[in-house]
């Protein structure tokens, strides 16, 4: 059972400082992933925890051990990386237990662990073969199998799925989540794919510009985001955001002019807002209806319109150039061209003040089921 932590971890290359004063507790059997934009430090993390980079200021803990200044094999870490990197004159067996023979670990040590993996990840009848006569998915698999055998206090996931198909990717999403359900293991996982992010974390890690943006259940993130930024970038298709003004505020909520003239009432914490204000109202594809039911309405034209089947994609915008996105039903008419009065729900918006950072909501969300608890919302007392 490990535990890891980071202490106002810094990581700085000469005058650029990459990572900046990190705090994250991670707890035992967690699976928690870090996600952010291409630059946002999120490798660069995992690489510190690992002991591939040194860092410049604080302290780095797995269970009870500092292991800031150890050296990677030390650490009680295995690492699985974006490139398979399996050596390609050797079999699978060989690949996974080539680690375990440089350090001498004893053959009938090297064969029950390699046994147990090639059990674990579904490779027993592929022990013979080379890399080359393997998919993709066998591969990335091998590679998962050559860090399970050294048995590690902590498992890291640099992208590992980023090279395979859209099928496969799938398909390994699904064995690493069954993995992790398996070994009852902590770890710690990079990607830059929401789905990835959304299905598989116990926690997600919101990264950007080498800051820490907000920590959470993937549902708390997805309801809860502490700001713009985080409501952006969690959620795909992406939450769409709109220019308003503040028209009246108060401890119960904020009323906002729509474009095209209409009205809305937010239940957010107003009392820090006044009537003119410039906020930023932000709206979940599926929290708008093409039919115009809801609180109020938005005049759009429909540009482009994505039928996948069982749900459709329209792309619309305002008569003032904002973009919206709605999802509909599989069966949406809605045609490109078409002028809409989109519906909104006030319970279902975000506000964002001027700053970006989001205003709490009168509801909050919960873990709970069933038809109480509405979208995962329930009245705060």
């Known amino acids: 059972m490990t535990e890891l932590s980071l202490s106002g971890v810094e990581k700085a290359y000469g005058e650029i400082k990459v990572l900046h004063d990190i705090h994250l507790s991670i707890e035992s059997r967690e699976f928690v992933v870090f996600v952010g934009p291409s630059g946002c430090g999120k490798s660069t993390l995992l690489r510190c925890i690992a002991g591939l980079e040194s860092i410049t200021q604080g302290q780095i803990r797995i269970g009870a051990r500092d292991v800031t200044y150890l050296e990677p094999a030390d650490r009680g870490v295995a690492m699985v990386f974006q490139s398979y990197a399996l050596y390609p004159h050797m079999s699978v067996y060989d690949n996974i237990a080539f680690g375990l023979k440089m350090q001498k670990t004893p053959k009938d ?3 029950a662990k390699v046994r147990n993996a090639a059990r674990i990840l579904q490779l027993e009848p592929l022990l013979d073969r080379k890399p080359k006569a393997l998919s993709g998915g066998q591969r990335q698999r091998v590679a998962i199998g050559r860090a399970i055998v050294h048995e590690p206090e902590v498992f890291l996931f640099d992208e590992p799925l980023s090279n395979l198909d859209a099928s496969l990717r799938v398909q390994m999403r699904i064995e690493i989540a069954r993995l992790h359900a398996d070994l009852q293991a902590t770890m710690v996982y990079v990607t830059h794919d929401q789905v990835e992010a959304m299905t598989l ?12 943006e907000q920590v959470g259940s993937p549902l708390e993130l997805y309801h809860h985001p502490r700001n713009r930024f985080v409501a952006g970038f969690i959620g795909s298709p992406q939450m769409s955001f709109l220019p ?6 108060d401890a119960t909520g904020v009323q906002v002019s729509l474009p095209g003239g209409g009205r809305l009432r937010v239940p957010v914490k107003g009392e820090q807002i006044k009537a003119g204000d410039a906020l930023t109202l932000g709206l ?6 093409e039919r115009g039911e809801g609180d109020a309405q938005i005049p759009v034209k429909a540009l482009v319109v994505e039928h996948l089947g069982g749900e459709t994609f329209t792309h619309a915008q305002t ?5 919206l996105m709605i999802k509909g039903e599989g069966m949406s008419t809605v045609k490109a061209g078409q002028l809409l009065r989109v519906g909104v729900q006030g319970h279902r918006c975000h506000l964002f003040d001027a700053q970006g950072q989001a205003l709490a909501h009168q509801r909050h969300y919960t873990e709970v089921s069933g038809d109480d ?6 009245t705060q007392a």
Do not use: F, M, W
């Not at 308003?244 to 505020?249: D, E, S």
């Not at 979940?284 to 209806?289: A, D, G, Q, V």
């Not at 008569?319 to 973009?323: A, F, V």
């Open 244 to 249: 308003v003004t503040a028209v009246a505020a």
């Open 201 to 212: 974390a116990d926690k997600i890690v919101v990264l950007n510009k080498g800051c820490i």
């Open 284 to 289: 979940r594809p599926e929290h708008l209806s």
């Open 109 to 111: 040590q090297i064969e």
């Open 319 to 323: 008569d003032e150039g904002h973009d």
């Open 373 to 378: 608890a509405a979208a995962g919302y329930v």
